[in-house]
Antibody, heavy 123, light 108 residues
Framework: QVQLVQSGAEVKKPGASVKVSCKAS????????ISWVRQAPGQGLEWMAW????????KYAQRIQDRVALTTDTSSTTAYMELRSLISDDTAVYYC????????????????WGQGTLVTVSS | DIQMTQSPSSLSASVGDRVTITCRAS??????LNWYQQKPGKAPKLLIY???SLQSGVPSRFSGSGSGTDFTLTISSLQPEDFATYYC??????????FGQGTKLEIK
């Protein structure tokens, strides 16, 4: 079955970086993009970024584009999200999700999600 | 940026009730609107895509409608497992999404 499994919880100090992994299985990795979404404690969902797993093209949310980088390793079918210069407001659960882009009706959606990775930024 | 506004922010209802949640976009997004359900401590789950298409495996008591700027998610007869938070999400901005703030559905 289609599955995304993320790396474990992280605790980081302000100013540090964090790299979260998302291992895909059950489908052809390079045929679907991966989006990253985060959720601060008690808050809603915030879209962060997207990567085309075939050619590495990326899109980033404007408010974090200077601090985030997405990469993939197709040999291990794993996507990575690195967030730099961490601040307390980056404390959140980070999700990866598979992106479905139909060729006919337009739009796109997130059909499979990882279990989430809690990143805590604290001094 | 396209803003998404859900109403209400919270809702109390009973098992068996018919419930409607509304999502409004700040500009026309055609039918590029998706709905997700999230339970505490869990990842979101896709319910409805492209405004009205039911994701595989989702019960038929869930339905979506709308186009342009106004959309609704309807649960025809609430079941105990439906108490959760629901989010709408626009995909008009190609691969750069915006979510609504969420609607928490609680047991009355």
């Amino acid at each position: 079955q289609v599955q995304l499994v993320q790396s474990g919880a992280e605790v980081k100090k302000p100013g540090a970086s964090v790299k979260v992994s998302c291992k895909a299985s059950g489908y052809t990795f390079s045929s679907y993009g991966i989006s990253w979404v985060r959720q601060a404690p008690g808050q809603g969902l915030e879209w962060m970024a997207w990567i085309n797993t075939y050619d590495g093209t990326t899109k980033y949310a404007q408010r974090i584009q200077d601090r985030v980088a997405l990469t993939t390793d197709t040999s291990s079918t794993t996507a990575y999200m690195e967030l730099r210069s961490l601040i307390s407001d980056d404390t959140a659960v980070y999700y990866c999700a598979r992106v479905i882009v139909p060729g006919d009706i337009g739009g796109s959606w997130l059909d499979t999600w990882g279990q989430g990775t809690l990143v805590t930024v604290s001094s | 940026d396209i803003q998404m506004t859900q109403s209400p922010s919270s809702l109390s209802a009973s098992v068996g009730d018919r419930v409607t949640i509304t999502c409004r976009a700040s500009q026309s997004i055609s039918r590029y609107l998706n709905w997700y359900q999230q339970k505490p401590g869990k990842a979101p789950k896709l319910l409805i895509y492209a405004a009205s298409s039911l994701q595989s495996g989702v019960p038929s008591r869930f339905s979506g409608s709308g186009s342009g700027t106004d959309f609704t998610l309807t649960i025809s007869s609430l079941q105990p497992e439906d108490f959760a938070t629901y989010y709408c999400q626009q995909s008009y901005s190609t691969l750069m999404y915006t979510f609504g703030q969420g609607t928490k559905l609680e047991i009355k």
